[in-house]
């Protein structure tokens, strides 16, 4: 069983659509998880952490299920801007942190 | 806002050779990585140094990588003798607390000829 498990997609929305990503982790001793956002051949940028009691930072939504093991991202109000690829990070233990594949993101107008 | 640098932005390198690959991680930051990424594939763990020491490693983190902090500032990444197969992004990380959330440069794209 893979590490860290996203759905690769593509998803393809529209402008304005909501659309939500999930992400499963098979150690269950995970420590820290978090959302980056990589723009393509570009450096992955931390979209936001994800805690136990869920999250919120303006249009993205992010919870953290931790007995089924899965994390999940919620984006409303599609822009174009956020077209990209969305990659789940799981921090295993101590300083190792593993990236799942990414799911890819095209929004349309 | 502060930001991790990273030198050269492509190398290009003949089978064999060694590279060296360069990073200023954040200033206050305490641990350092090195990730890589094979084209159209995904951000692989190499590494994880803090206190002057590894800390974690991958199984790709063989005998051919070496990382070292020369100085207050540096960080680096050198494969000894490059194969056609580390033609990667290399990108480096840090990270204040340990396990994250990880800054990233804009990493270096080695190809390997």
């Known amino acids: 069983r893979k590490e860290v498990e996203q759905d690769p997609g593509p998803f393809n929305v529209p402008e304005g659509a909501t659309v939500a990503f999930n992400c499963t982790y098979s150690n269950s001793a995970s420590q820290s998880f978090f959302w980056y956002r990589q723009d393509c051949r570009k450096e992955p940028k931390l979209l936001m952490s994800v805690y136990s009691s869920g999250n919120e930072d303006g249009r993205f939504t992010a919870q953290l299920n931790r007995a089924s093991q899965y994390i999940s991202l919620l984006i409303r109000d599609s822009k174009l801007s956020d077209s990209a690829t969305y990659l789940c990070?799981?921090?295993?233990?101590?300083?190792?942190?593993?990236f799942g594949a990414g799911t890819i993101l095209r929004v349309k107008s | 806002e502060p930001e991790v640098t990273q030198t050269p932005s492509h190398q290009v390198t003949q089978m064999g050779q060694e590279v060296i690959l360069r990073c200023v991680p954040i200033s206050n930051h305490l641990y350092f990585y090195w990730y890589r990424q094979i084209l159209g594939q995904k951000v692989e763990f190499l590494v994880s140094f803090y206190n002057n020491e590894i800390s974690e490693k991958s199984e790709i983190f063989d005998d051919q990588f070496s990382v070292e902090r020369p100085d207050g500032s540096n960080f680096t990444l050198k494969i000894r003798s490059t194969k056609l197969e580390d033609s990667a992004m290399y990108f480096c990380?840090?990270?204040?607390?340990?396990?994250?959330?990880?800054?990233f440069g804009p990493g270096t794209r080695l190809t390997v000829l």
């Open positions: 990380a840090s990270s204040e607390p340990a396990g994250g959330p990880l800054v």
């Open positions: 990070v799981v921090n295993e233990y101590g300083n190792k942190l593993v």
